[in-house]
């Protein structure tokens, strides 16, 4: 079993910076998959960020959060984090931690065996 819990979340102001972290605990030698996903008010979840280390480290993002959100591993912490910089109002969501193995698209949720309670973020305009 793997335990996954989300901090860091908060309300900014669009523009603003919010740093995510993903804290793993418990059999987490098999994950070699961390995602972010998220899910605003009346829509699915969508995927924003993962890192993999099963083959080489890779790093991957959805077109609307790249060359803003940067993933990261801090393998000595056990953690996961999100930095989130320039915020959008559209970036207003609940933002969930996920844990799985080798997965060759780390944008399918249904690829992780383990997820997070989630997070808020809230950007104002």
């Known amino acids: 079993q793997v335990h996954l819990v989300e901090s860091g979340g908060g309300l900014v102001q669009a523009g603003g910076s919010l740093r995510l972290s993903c804290q793993t605990s418990?059999?987490?030698?098999?994950?070699?998959?961390m995602g972010w996903f998220r899910q605003a008010p009346g829509k699915e979840r969508e995927f924003a960020a993962a890192i993999s280390w099963w083959s080489g480290l890779r790093l991957s993002y959805a077109d609307s959060v790249k060359g803003r959100f940067t993933i990261s591993r801090d393998i000595a912490k056990n953690t996961i984090s999100l930095q989130m910089n320039s915020l959008k109002p559209e970036d207003t969501a609940v933002y969930y931690c996920?844990?799985?193995?080798?997965?060759?698209?780390?944008?399918?949720?249904?690829?992780?065996?383990?997820w997070g309670q989630g997070t808020q973020v809230t950007v104002s305009s």
């Open positions: 996920a844990a799985g193995g080798a997965i060759p698209n780390p944008s399918a949720s249904g690829s992780y065996n383990y």
């Open positions: 418990g059999r987490t030698f098999g994950s070699t998959t």
